[in-house]
């Protein structure tokens, strides 16, 4: 994978898993979400959205830390959480990052215990997390990335007052929404949430950048 500076483990990870070559996006966006900014994406295409998660989560966080998550991934469902998992592993496999997801289907005692060992990605559904969080008393001082996937399919489906308690009980982090596409409570959940953001489209007649 041909970006600027990226990590040497999960470049190996992407050449083996058949990625050389990063889409307009991905190249586009890598510079600005690995220096730390609040960034929104915009693409339909679900299998983009996730790689654009997973390389720049892997990139920001590179190696196994401490004990408590420091990216936080946040998905709509079960499935997307299981395709996720697998991808992060897949990418990440020269890595020592240590990934795990949780869903509505998972044991939550259970959860508990695994995450207690050590983790540095955690994904989740938004009702499963907020349920975590709620009660396990993570160290949020330790994330680095708070990441929302499909943020207009979950604002569609009234979960704003889930995602604005996660948004809150994390405080000061990087935050890093993707989206099929533009949506009027998308810009205001942004607005409540960001304090300065950039935004990427993959549409050929949107600007390649934009600063809000």
């Given amino acids: 994978m041909k970006l600027k500076k990226i990590n040497e483990d ?4 992407l050449i083996e898993a058949g990625l ?38 892997i990139q920001r966080l590179e190696k196994e830390f401490m004990q408590s998550p420091r990216a936080l991934i946040v998905v709509k469902d079960k499935p997307e959480a299981l395709r996720m998992l697998e991808k992060f592993q897949t990418y990440g496999k020269y890595t020592s990052l240590r990934f795990f997801a949780v869903h509505e289907k998972t044991n939550l005692d259970e959860d508990k215990n695994n995450i207690s060992v050590g983790i540095d ?3 989740g559904t938004p009702e499963r997390l907020n349920l975590m969080f709620g009660s396990a008393g993570f160290d949020v001082n330790q994330l680095k990335m708070f990441v929302i996937d499909t943020l207009d399919d979950l604002l569609r489906v009234r979960l704003e007052p889930r995602l604005y308690r996660l948004s809150e009980s994390i405080g000061k982090t990087q935050r890093f929404y993707l989206a099929n596409d533009e949506y009027d409570r998308l810009d205001s959940f942004v607005d409540k949430t960001m304090l300065d953001s950039y935004w990427f489209s993959n549409e050929e007649d949107e600007d390649d950048e934009n600063e809000y």
């Fill in 10 to 13: 999960l470049k190996q990870g």
């Fill in 20 to 57: 050389t070559e990063p889409t307009k996006i991905i190249k586009e966006s890598f510079g600005t979400i690995k220096s730390g900014n609040d960034v929104v994406i915009l693409c339909e295409d679900a299998n983009e959205r996730e790689d654009i998660i997973v390389i720049n989560t």
């Fill in 121 to 123: 990605v955690l994904i």
